[in-house]
């Protein structure tokens, strides 16, 4: 197993990029050494969206990493679709070995990668290639990140029994509350998810109001996060 944490979700929009910025935000207060890669970004229109409103911009600023953007999401695509399609209709073709090779670049041994992948697990990265291939050949700790509302039992439990049909053993689920007014389903997602699946709670995070990367909220929503567990996970 490898000294990382892949970050995958139930879907596209439940909050891997802000649960990476968590973990950043945390790791640098813990003076822990870790790095941050978004193999493939969608929705990149220009070089000023990039630097300001990109999952990598987020992470870096959480994180206070010095690496430039394009050591961070080798690969970026205007439409804001997967990155198989958004790639085809720019008329560019990725391989597998071109993505892997650009990502194992990137990644250094002696400090924790996060990597955050697109979508979700079956999301298609590139030719022939889904998000959960990527995973599977990192041979990283894998972190689903999922919603809490109605259907997220269901979403949550498909993913985790495709990461272990892969014999890909889940380090572990931060449960996100993307809604500000929780209700029955909300609340009760973590006893529900675990009345049928085992896998570790590392986290229940709270409705931030208006998100934004900044310190305050950073360390509230880092606050929900067992650290202690999570990071015992990823070294055993
Ligand atoms: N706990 C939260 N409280 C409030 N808003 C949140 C929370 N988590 C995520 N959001 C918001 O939900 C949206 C989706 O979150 P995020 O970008 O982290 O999802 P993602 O899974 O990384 O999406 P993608 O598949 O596009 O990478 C963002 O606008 C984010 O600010
Ligand atoms: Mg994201």
């Known amino acids: 197993m490898r000294n990382g944490i892949f970050i995958t979700g139930t879907d596209t929009g439940v909050g891997k990029t802000v649960v990476a910025g968590t973990l950043a935000y945390a790791f640098r207060r813990r003076k822990i050494d870790f790095g941050y ?44 679709l997967a990155p198989l399609l958004a790639a085809r209709r ?36 590139c030719e022939n290639y889904l998000v ?18 109605l259907g997220s039992v269901n979403h949550t439990l498909l993913t985790l029994e495709r990461l272990r049909r892969e014999e890909i053993k889940p380090l572990g689920i931060i449960a996100n509350h993307l809604s500000p ?29 208006n998100f934004q990367a900044e310190p305050a909220t950073l360390d509230k929503l880092a606050s929900h996060i067992d650290f202690k567990t999570l990071l015992r996970q990823i070294h055993s």
Not at 94 to 123: C, F, Q
């Open 132 to 149: 959960l291939n990527l995973i599977k050949e990192l041979n990283f700790p894998t972190l689903v990140v999922c919603r809490t509302g």
């Open 37 to 80: 890669i978004k193999p493939l970004e969608t929705g990149i229109v220009d070089n000023d969206y990039l630097h300001r409103e990109s999952d990598a911009a987020l992470v870096k600023q959480a994180g206070a990493l010095p690496e430039p953007l394009t050591k961070i999401v080798p690969y970026t695509f205007r439409e804001a």
């Open 90 to 125: 720019q008329g560019i073709i990725i391989s597998r070995d071109k993505l892997l090779n650009s990502i194992r670049k990137l990644i250094k041994p002696s400090r924790i990668t996060i990597i955050e992948g697109a979508g979700g697990l079956l999301a298609p990265l």
């Open 181 to 209: 007014e929780p209700g029955i389903a909300e609340t009760t997602f973590i006893s529900q998810l675990a009345e049928f699946d085992q896998v570790p709670i590392l986290g229940e995070l709270p409705y931030a109001d």
